[in-house]
């Protein structure tokens, strides 16, 4: 089975910090998602990376950045974190284009 | 731009009751649609993936079909039960955006 790890299940941060969220996915899958999940909204897509040190925006980059050195491994970064950044985090993979989307179990980020 | 629309937003129903979930696209161009599970939380467990090609996929007492010309697919669940309570997702691939799209969810209760 594939697993896709997100280190911290929930996160609290304050106004203006760099925060880090870590995702590791096991399958050795090419392409590699990060989206947000907001009451009414749905999940909307920040970035995604098809390949190592290769990545591509989403709908709503702004504020954050992304960061794939290794193929397992993608990071979203907020460069500082703002109020309207609370919400839960959902990282995901997939082998290749059209193949099963794997999701790890969210991370919860509160800013305050 | 490829708009996922899932109707209702709650259903309720009795332990027992067959429901059908329902979910519909705007641009008939896609590579395939896949439903997801979503316990409060969580993140999203894949449940069926149907390729372009494909009318319905099966998997236990759950079935998904599709309907590519008329933009829809639902997703049957047989003899619900309470372990069924989650929120259902379907999220479709799109080839004009390259990309998936997902709709907002149904949030299923099957009371005992």
């Known amino acids: 089975d594939v697993k896709v790890t997100q280190s911290s299940r929930y996160l609290v941060k304050r106004t203006g910090e760099k925060v880090f969220l870590e995702c590791v996915q096991d399958?050795?899958?090419?392409?590699m998602f990060w989206y947000r999940q907001d009451p009414g909204l749905g999940l909307r897509l920040i970035y995604f990376?098809?390949?190592?040190?290769?990545?591509e925006k989403g709908d709503i980059p702004e504020g954050y950045s992304v960061s794939r050195e290794k193929k397992e491994r993608f990071s979203l970064i907020l460069e500082s974190a703002s109020t309207n950044q609370t919400s839960m985090y959902l990282c995901a993979s997939s082998e290749q284009w059209g193949s099963p989307l794997h999701f790890g179990n969210g991370t919860r980020l509160t800013v305050t | 731009k490829q708009e996922v629309t899932q109707i209702p937003a709650a259903l309720s129903v009795p332990e027992g009751e067959n429901l059908v979930l329902n979910c519909s696209f705007t641009d008939s161009a896609i590579y395939n649609l896949q439903w997801f599970r979503q316990d409060p939380g969580k993140g999203l467990t894949s449940l069926l993936l149907i390729q372009s090609s494909q009318r319905e996929q099966t998997s236990g007492r759950l079935n998904a079909s599709l309907d590519k010309s008329s933009g829809r697919s639902t997703l049957y669940i047989a003899a619900s039960q309470p372990g069924d309570s989650a929120t259902y997702l379907c999220a479709v691939y799109s080839l004009n955006n390259n990309d998936m799209r997902f709709g907002a969810g149904t949030r299923l209760t099957v009371k005992p």
């Open positions: 990376s098809y390949d190592v040190k290769m990545k």
């Open positions: 399958m050795d899958h090419e392409n």
